[in-house]
């Protein structure tokens, strides 16, 4: 049988289907579309834009598109979804003449459906050429003007306005319309960072040394995953504010170290190479899975001081011993606001009771795991969301019903330069526009001698 490839519009039609009815994974659905598809390099960026823009931008361009839509007519999904990604590239990708756009659209159209569907398709968009899109202005609530403008769900942007306040809250909403900048580390027992950019440089990529992490480097050109440097153990694909944790734990001498959430393993491996792979750092997660993903990273970085391990860390304090570790790392599970550009599908399936439900999960961790600390030892807690219920909340009732531990406001001293800007007595919260960073948060403390 003739094997059938779609083309690129086509494939992005099929991912962006599969996510609304299945709540499929947007970056595995991606990687296996261009494989079945066998889609040539040269188009793989443009399938990657239509698939990420449409979503990044979903309720803006249903914004646009409902005063074109006989509200009364049931539309089959998929033909919503194609007009969705037509109006994308017509209003935000400039290198596709409106045309070009429309007239693919017309033929998927008909060749997934009828001339019925296609007449309509044609019509709806001519539609919109003709008459111009919907003004924002048009929304007199500002929060729902913010909502739709930057396609957040209202009740997230309420909340990030009552705790950030508009003007954060706005630049966030911006800045998670943006694709994030790809960043690594250098595993420097191995390699400096000046040998380590220049490797990279031979190799053909654009990288230069981060402002922000001393062993960091930005990726301005290229996949560094592919690289000789990474293959040979020289640097781990991580963001920059992920390698602020190591630093938050004053990990200057060999240590005993519990990294109670590791997969899959950027933190472990970054703790192991600041003590010089002396100590040790005992790598926990839930998953089998996960835990092969921190013991690959920890043989390709050479780092045998990490000792992996699957375990429930809720139940930690029952199978460890106690006062065991002089140093904690809870990176708790969290909504993960803080890194919405990569997973742009997240910012619509999560709801408020989500957050509660993972506040009660974030405390039973850390009431688990603090047993372990040796009195003076450090406790760092750390999440990818800027939720307060989430972060200073919970912070501040581990605090209450743990009175053995205190807020370490040294913080800000561990840290490189760049980021005591940031830190408030003994938390730090990093909002994504502050240096093009995930949004993070960590908080520092010690367990009273």
Request: glycine share 4%; aromatic share 6%; charged share 30%.
């Amino acid at each position: 049988m003739k094997k059938t490839r779609k083309n690129v519009r086509e494939a992005a039609l099929d991912i962006l289907e599969s996510i609304q009815k299945n709540q499929a994974y947007s970056n595995l659905l991606l990687n296996t579309t261009i494989k079945k598809n066998e889609i040539p390099s040269k188009d793989i960026g443009l399938l990657t834009e239509i698939v990420y823009g449409t979503l990044q931008r979903k309720m803006t361009l249903e914004f646009y598109l409902q005063p074109f839509i006989n509200k009364g007519k049931k539309m089959e999904v998929w033909v919503h979804i194609l007009l969705q990604m037509t109006l994308y590239q017509m209003v935000y990708l400039d290198r596709i003449p409106d045309h070009a756009a429309i007239n693919e659209a017309v033929e998927i159209a008909k060749k997934r459906g009828h001339k019925g569907i296609s007449g309509l398709v044609n019509a709806v968009l001519r539609t919109i050429l003709r008459q111009g899109l919907p003004a924002f202005s048009e929304i007199p609530d500002e929060i729902e003007r913010l909502a739709i403008e930057t396609s957040h769900p209202r009740w997230l942007v309420k909340r990030w306005v009552e705790q950030l306040g508009i003007e954060d809250a706005k630049k966030m909403c911006e800045i998670n319309l943006t694709a994030p900048m790809q960043t690594a580390r250098v595993n420097t027992t191995k390699i400096s960072v000046a040998e380590c950019l220049s490797l990279l440089t031979e190799e053909g990529f654009f990288v230069e040394a981060s402002e922000v992490i001393p062993e960091g480097i930005k990726v301005l050109k290229g996949n560094v995953a592919h690289s000789s440097a990474f293959e040979k153990g020289m640097l781990t694909i991580q963001d920059e504010s992920s390698m602020i944790v190591a630093y938050a734990l004053d990990v200057d001498k060999p240590y005993s170290v519990l990294d109670a959430c590791a997969a899959p393993g950027g933190k472990s491996t970054h703790i192991a190479e600041k003590m010089n792979k002396e100590g040790k750092v005992l790598s926990i997660d839930l998953h089998e899975h996960k835990v092969k993903l921190i013991k690959q990273n920890a043989d390709r970085l050479d780092l045998p001081s990490i000792e992996t391990k699957v375990m429930d860390s809720r139940k930690l304090d029952s199978t460890l011993e106690k006062e065991s570790f002089d140093r904690i790392l809870l990176d708790a599970p969290c909504s993960g606001f803080g890194v919405m550009r990569r997973k742009p599908d997240m910012k619509y399936t999560k709801t408020e009771a989500d957050v509660d439900r993972l506040q009660k999960i974030q405390l039973d961790l850390l009431a688990s795991v603090s047993p372990l600390l040796k009195k003076g030892g450090l406790l760092v807690y750390s999440t990818c969301t800027i939720d307060k219920a989430e972060n200073e909340e919970v912070v501040e009732k581990f605090l209450a019903d743990n009175s053995q531990f205190e807020r370490d406001v040294n913080l800000a001293e561990r840290l490189p330069t760049e980021l005591k800007q940031y830190t408030d007595g003994n938390e730090l919260q990093v909002l994504p526009q502050y240096f093009g960073s995930d949004g993070f948060y960590i908080a520092a403390l010690r367990k009273k001698v």
